[in-house]
């Protein structure tokens, strides 16, 4: 009789433990959403917002007699890459939070040592690159007109906040092949292949930004016309180069490393 009390006993206080909260998201499911949460984010904006970028600083005296929809070649191009990026991003930040049931995984109040963990980093840095990303069509509505004397500075704070934007991407990117190994078929190859195309997005930017210079300068002490215009064509050649080179190197990265996330268990 004892016994069968002390049965009832253990039988009633275990009755009421909470019982252990089961996840709505299969694992199987959780990774299919979290590969499209990486490759949305990786094409977004390695391939699409550096392609828009470049076609904003370099090509705008591309074809300037050809203007589709009254609209000049480079606008088209910064502004469809742009909302194609938009549209990636909105589809990357949707699966992530899918995958997790809706919960915040950045820093947060009383979040203790999670704060400065990999997984906060990434997840703070990602987010403000999504915000920026989508304020930056809202203040170019605020823009003046281009023979408005306050027109410099809209375009260097477009230029600087965009700027920032990449660079919060680059570092969840990073971060993310650095630190979540299990989500790619080899981390290494991975973060190799992310490093290699930073430094040659960085390089890409110097000597486009070396030959503008230069080339300026020696449009200023420029009186021929005829020499002046093929000054001019020589630099778009150059800086056309540099763009459609970056945009099929950054696609290749892409394809590769979006290869290492998809075929990852």
């Given at each position: 009789m004892a016994a069968l009390m002390n049965e009832n006993v253990v039988k009633t206080t275990n009755s009421t433990e909470k019982p252990a909260a089961v996840s709505g998201i299969s694992p199987s499911t959780k990774s299919l959403l979290t590969k499209?949460?990486?490759?949305?984010?990786?094409?977004?904006?390695?391939f699409c917002?550096?392609?828009?970028?470049?076609?904003?600083r370099y090509l705008r005296d591309l074809a300037p007699n050809v203007q589709p929809f009254g609209i000049r070649i480079w606008y088209h191009i910064h502004?469809?890459?742009?909302?194609?990026?938009?549209?990636?991003?909105i589809i990357g930040l949707t699966t992530i939070l899918i995958a997790h049931e809706w919960r915040w995984l950045g820093p947060k109040i009383?979040?203790?040592?999670?704060?400065?963990?990999?997984?906060a980093y990434h997840s703070i840095c990602g987010l403000l690159s999504v915000i920026i990303a989508w304020l930056q069509p809202f203040n170019a509505l605020l823009r003046c007109a281009p023979s408005n004397?306050?027109?410099?500075?809209?375009?260097?704070?477009h230029r600087i906040f965009g700027g920032i934007g990449w660079i919060l991407a680059a570092i969840a990117i990073v971060l993310a092949c650095n630190n979540f190994g299990k989500h790619f078929t080899d981390s290494q190859a991975a973060l190799s292949l992310i490093s290699s195309f930073l430094g040659f997005c960085g390089a890409s930017i110097i000597i486009a930004e070396i030959f503008k210079i230069v080339n300026s300068r020696k449009f200023e002490h420029s009186n021929n016309n005829s020499n002046f215009k093929q000054k001019r064509s020589f630099l778009l050649k150059i800086h056309s180069y540099i763009t459609v080179i970056l945009a099929g190197v950054s696609f290749i990265i892409c394809i590769i490393v979006a290869t290492l996330i998809a075929n990852s268990k």
């Open positions: 499209f949460h990486g490759i949305a984010f990786l094409f977004a904006w390695f917002v550096s392609t828009a970028v470049f076609s904003a502004r469809t890459f742009n909302l194609i990026a938009a549209t990636l991003m009383g979040g203790g040592s999670k704060n400065t963990s990999a997984t004397p306050n027109r410099i500075y809209f375009n260097w704070f």
